[in-house]
């Protein structure tokens, strides 16, 4: 047994996996004496998302290591993994203690150096001052918001906690104050919840829930291994958009780059439940993404969206709608990461309902001025008796150094000029906006072309759009929303870069967990729709709903 418990195993790559594993997850919790071996993680088994979790891999290296396991047909010993580009001898000191090779008759190998000396990784109550965000940390007592704010910057500049003795180095924590929230915290630093969780603690019982959201007991189901611990996945409480301002019905319509969503990702349940609730708490209608690895990685987030398994989508108190989604029949663009496909996912119960999706032909450049990287995906919609077009875009950002917010005309950025099938769309469709990954800020000349044909830019370039743990603020202005002059009429004034709630304990983010979904954050534009005086149907948000039979382009699912 002992061979069988030392790696991780995978995390599931879809709910309905988890009544396949054969071992109980409250049952390998109470493994304490073992449970050293099982913090490593198999490296000849193991996803990207799960090679991510070690300290130094990022998603570029994760692929290295992955393509290089399949070259060579699996790692014989550890030290094979020096070899992957991107580790090297260095890297692999760092990891060595995180990861073995096992095969498959489930015996592991480890390196002779890297067998454990300590037992840090028993079972504990309490925070995990490592990973505990400053809204956490407050619900220590004796811990203020200004104490919590020190430890979060404390950590950020010097590292992870080495023990809670490291404590007293914080600015306004003494000894005494030390001796009062010892009992109530902990150091660790294996691949445990990071930010933004529901309390960062690791109660070690059967009757908690699973991090997966998934509300099934722990004597009812078997439960993943191989992810976070035992804890809670919680949303804040949010207050839904009425649906109307000024007295008039609203739609809001969203872009989301979901950087690098293959179907294996789109199946993480911490992904799944950041996109799903991100749409429904924003009262978002109709989103369009970008970078899709798999054609069918939308398709699992509007299953959930209909058919929920999560809880937290589950017992969302709101009609949730009835989703659809259409994805690019062949890609839209081509990176150093491979091909990508672009795609829409919007709620047909409230009046809307895809015309055409098609993907234009002519390339458009990316941000160094080469043709055939890009192609804009075009979505036609009804939206009760008015019709929308969406240009999809996704342009490749500008090289490192020029990612900062601002113009980048000192570099010398070309622009990209719009292809002859955008200016066709932008003379021949009244309401038409221009939405996705633009790799510039709106005020450079790289997107002097959409000026010229009269679109006007939502966010201005101090606006950033990504996001990361270690930057939650953002530092880059690269994803926006332009309107046609027909359509700026009926926008309402609102926009807004989403930051809350993108983040999920069970998301890798480097060693730890409680990373971001993406590096993007979504863009969401608000504008008025027309009721139309026959009012067949009428849903929540005040759409009126015409009926057109049971029309269904090719590219719907």
């Known amino acids: 047994m002992g061979g069988n418990l030392g790696c991780h195993r995978s995390i599931p790559k879809d709910p309905t996996d988890l009544k396949h594993n054969k071992r109980k997850f409250s049952a390998a919790c109470n493994f304490s ?54 580790i090297g001898a260095t890297k692999l000191e760092m990891i060595k203690l995180e990861i073995c090779v096992s095969g498959k008759n ?36 004796g811990i203020t918001e200004k104490i919590a704010r020190s430890i979060v910057d404390y950590r950020a500049g010097h590292g992870p906690f080495k023990s809670i003795e490291d404590l007293v180095k914080v600015n306004y924590i003494n000894s005494s ?19 933004y969780t529901n309390g960062g603690f690791t109660c070690m019982t059967k009757s908690q829930p699973s991090p997966t959201s998934y509300s099934l007991r722990s004597e009812d189901a078997d439960l993943p291994s191989g992810g976070p611990p035992h804890i809670l996945s919680a949303r804040s409480t949010v207050e839904l958009p009425p649906g109307h301002r000024d007295g008039r019905p609203v739609m809001r319509v969203a872009t989301w780059n979901l950087q690098r969503c293959s179907s294996e990702k789109a199946n993480n349940p911490g992904v799944k439940e950041v996109v799903c609730m991100t749409l429904l708490e924003n009262d978002i209608k109709i989103l369009a993404v970008q970078d899709l690895v798999d054609r069918d990685a939308l398709d699992k987030f509007c299953v959930e969206l209909n058919q929920p398994i999560l809880s937290t989508v589950r017992k969302w108190r709101e009609p949730r709608g009835v ?16 091909a990508h496909y672009s795609g829409f996912l919007w709620d ?49 950002a500008p090289p490192s150094g020029e990612q900062n917010g601002r113009s980048h005309t000192s570099n010398g950025h070309k622009a990209p000029p719009l292809s002859g099938k955008i200016q066709e769309t932008l003379k021949g469709d009244r309401d038409v906006a221009v939405l996705g990954v633009f790799g510039a800020a709106c005020d450079g000349p790289a997107l002097e072309a959409l000026k010229k044909e009269k679109l006007s830019a939502l966010l201005p370039a101090s606006v950033y759009t990504n996001i990361s743990t270690s930057a939650p603020r953002g530092s880059s202005c ?14 309402t004034g609102h926009c807004c870069v989403v930051r809350e709630g993108l983040t999920n304990p069970w998301i890798p983010d480097n060693w730890s967990w409680g990373g971001v979904a993406s590096d993007h954050c979504p863009v969401m534009a608000e504008f008025f729709v027309d009721i139309m005086p026959k009012e067949p149907g009428r849903h929540g948000n005040g759409i009126a709903s015409v009926d057109r039979g049971d029309m269904m382009t090719k590219h719907e699912r």
């Open 478 to 491: 690269l994803d926006n929303i332009w309107l046609s002059r027909s359509l700026k009429k009926i926008y």
């Open 33 to 86: 004496h073992i449970l050293v071996n099982q913090e490593r993680l198999n490296i000849n088994t193991a996803t990207e998302e799960e090679l991510m979790t070690l300290p130094g891999v990022n998603r570029a290296v994760a692929q290295n290591i992955v393509e290089y396991r399949d070259c060579i047909g699996g790692f014989k010993k550890v030290e094979d993994l020096a070899l992957v580009s991107g």
């Open 323 to 338: 989703w659809k989604c259409c994805v690019s029949d062949t890609p839209t663009g081509h990176s150093s990461k491979g």
């Open 177 to 195: 104050l030390l001796d009062k929230i010892r009992f109530q915290v902990f150091v660790a630093r294996s691949r445990t919840p990071s930010t």
């Open 106 to 141: 489930g015996s592991s190998q480890h390196s002779p150096s890297s067998v454990r000396k300590d037992h840090e990784h028993l079972a504990c109550t309490g925070m995990n001052i490592n990973t505990a965000t400053a809204a956490q940390l407050e619900s220590i007592r």
């Open 348 to 396: 047909n119960s409230c009046g809307i309902e895809l015309r055409e999706a098609v993907v234009l032909e002519n390339p458009i450049a990316d941000g160094n001025g080469k043709q055939g990287q890009s192609l804009p995906y075009l979505g036609r919609f009804y939206v009760g008796s008015s019709e929308l077009s969406l240009v999809n875009v996704h342009l490749q």
